[in-house]
């Protein structure tokens, strides 16, 4: 009689539970538009939100500790003039966020530390260069302040959010509308998919298609692929009789997946988050009230099923926190911030332990802020992993560092003096006429309140005279 052994994981008994109550972010005004993005960003310090407003497209910033009842009138990043499709927050800078939209824009914000008084409307950039709605946005995993968009025009482009310039435009490789893209590890690749039922692999640099899939998955409806650390590719789509499955594939043979697994009828399409430090897959659908979650190993079966968070209500998006954000001292190795029609629920994924001590296994360094190349470089052929952190003290957010954009001017043509020294775009030259420009606005500044000084002593004076009067 065979003894059936059961897998060794320390991921076996991950289970999920959603936060009390007032630890919820309510009454907020979900976006109503149909497309299938997450609705939803979060970093260590922010939660944004695409949301239903008047007039445009606008997306909510809160701070993550400003739970409970949202108030009806806080101020919204409201610059789109319709509505915003995806958001997305820079890896590299806790206070900037990428957002795109159906006016065929994408516009980079900086988010002060505080809540501002009143709407937020001028972005720090506006990138220019699609025909039609941009409804993609992803940032690149290591290089400074490289942004990739996807639009319904087919066409992607990289850009440098320092200069405000097009890097590179992908507008001939895909036939019809792109589904999804995803950086690799290091940003040497994207995968992309697309309506067209092809799967490619592409080197944004040499402008080429490194691998093709016809067809990953059988059915006609949307496809969605993610790199794991390895470089292996995760792709969630539908059969021919459209059950929902995922697959997974290795690179070096493209003809068929490594593992296919069917789930279910639902016609949600599967949104997949990876966590490449514990090499789990949790897969969301927009419309299902649950997230399946699924270990990725090395030696077959490959995929291993761990277990289900289940809900009664479906989710309108999800927004997932990177690893620095989490509270380790909890063994806390994921959390979700599921979306309602009225409410963010944050959901927290936690690996039962009875130690309090830090868990260095569930808790490999992982990629901190620090970009590890800058954009020039990486457009000049150059790759580098992503410079990691220890979670073992906890993460402090780093205070807000402003984002610098050095527009270059085509007429400012005169040779440089001197060895020219590559700069970053986080410190670039501080100029005289810059500084000619902050006195006079400081003088400016000093006049007004001097004049409100006098102002306030002169009604102070007549408020006297008149309840002198009054007696």
Known sequence: MSRR????????HVFGQPVKADQMYEDIRVSKVTWDSSFCAVNPKFLAIIVESGGGGAFMVLPLNKTGRVDKNVPLVAGHTAPVLDIDWCPHNDNVIASASEDTTVMVWQIPDYLPVRNMTEPVVTLEGHSKRVGIITWH???????????????????NVGTGEALLTVD????????NVCWNHNGSLFVTTCKDKHLRIIDPRQHLV???????????????????ADGKVFTTGFSKMSERQLALWDLKNFEEPIALQEMDTSNGVLLPFYDPDSSIVYLCGKGDSSIRYFEITEEAPYVHYLNTFSSKEPQRGMGFMPKRGLDVSKCEIARFYKLHERKCEPIVMTVPRKSDLFQDDLYPDTPGPEPALEADEWLSGK??????ISLRDGYIPLKNRELKVTKKNILDSRP???PRRSQSTCESNFSHSML?????????????????EKRISDLEDKLSQFTNGTH
């Open 210 to 228: 490194v691998a093709e899939k016809f067809k990953p998955h059988e059915g006609s409806r949307p496809v969605r692929a993610i790199f794991m």
């Open 436 to 452: 000619e420009e902050l006195l006079s606005e400081i003088k400016a500044l000093r006049q007004t309140v001097q004049a409100h």
């Open 383 to 388: 790759d580098a992993e992503p410079i990691l």
């Open 5 to 12: 052994v059961v897998r060794q994981s320390k991921f076996r």
């Open 172 to 179: 001939d490789l895909h036939n019809d509308l792109i589904y």
């Open 416 to 418: 440089p003096i001197g």
């Open 141 to 159: 995993p290591t290089a400074r302040n490289i942004l990739l968009s996807a639009g319904c025009d087919n066409v992607i482009i990289l850009w």
